[in-house]
Nanobody, 115 residues
């Protein structure tokens, strides 16, 4: 019913930047919340940032001051700008959309930060 596709992951050196993008399609509510989670191998999936339909963003402590979430409702996209990347940011990053009683997930995009 809702499909999410992430892009923009890759390999970057510590201190570098990446911009992730998520394209959503399907039956999307105008008030759906969207955001990003991340998961390293063998670890739990942690919230990175969320954004409301009106553009209000919230961030995990590790993301504050370094990451910026944004969305374009007309294009059905949500982006995550990641600056000053650290090796501990290495993880698969997943886009999500929360709508009604359902949470939808993308397949993930890998971010690897070398030291």
């Amino acid at each position: 019913q809702v499909q999410l596709v992430e892009s923009g992951g890759g390999l970057v050196q510590a201190g570098g930047s990446l911009r992730l993008s998520c394209a959503a399609s399907g039956s999307i509510s105008s008030i759906a919340a969207m955001g990003w989670y991340r998961q390293a191998p063998g670890k739990q999936r942690d919230l990175v940032a969320t954004i409301t339909s009106t553009g209000g963003g919230t961030y995990a402590d590790f993301a504050k001051g370094r990451f910026t979430i944004s969305r374009d409702n007309a294009k059905n996209t949500v982006d995550l700008q990641m600056n000053s990347l650290k090796p501990e940011d290495t993880a698969a990053y997943y886009c999500y959309l929360s709508q009604g009683w359902r949470n939808y997930w993308g397949r993930g995009t890998q971010v690897t930060v070398s030291s």
